[in-house]
C-alpha cells in the first residue's frame, strides 16, 4: 500500500545512511537496512536488496519485522483509545 510517509522516512534513512558511510559518527550501514527495510513494500528494488540482507541476517530481519509489527500494533491500540477518550 504506498504511503507517501513510509516513502519520506524510507528515503531520509537512506540519506542518512550514505551521509554514515562517509561520517564516523553515524552508523551508515545500520541506516540504509532500515532504510531498505521501511521501503521494501514500495519499491520493488529495496525489496530485492531486502532480500539480500534478510538471507545474510535472517534473525535480525526477522526481529525488525517483529518489533514493527508490535510498534504498529500499539499504536493502533492508542489511537483507539485516544478517540474513545475523545467525543
Not at 513510509?6 to 551508515?28: D, E, F, M, T, Y
Not at 520493488?44 to 519485522?65: S, Y
Amino acid at each position: 500500500m504506498p504511503s507517501w510517509q513510509r516513502k519520506v522516512a524510507g528515503l531520509g534513512l537512506l540519506v542518512l545512511g550514505v551521509a554514515g558511510l562517509v561520517l564516523p559518527i553515524l552508523q551508515g550501514v545500520l541506516f540504509l537496512a532500515l532504510g531498505l527495510f521501511v521501503l521494501r513494500d514500495q519499491y520493488p528494488w529495496a525489496r530485492r536488496h531486502m532480500g539480500k540482507l534478510e538471507a545474510r541476517w535472517p534473525k535480525q530481519v526477522a526481529q525488525v519485522a517483529a518489533m514493527e509489527g508490535r510498534i504498529i500494533g500499539w499504536g493502533q491500540r492508542q489511537g483507539a483509545r485516544l478517540r474513545r477518550l475523545l467525543p
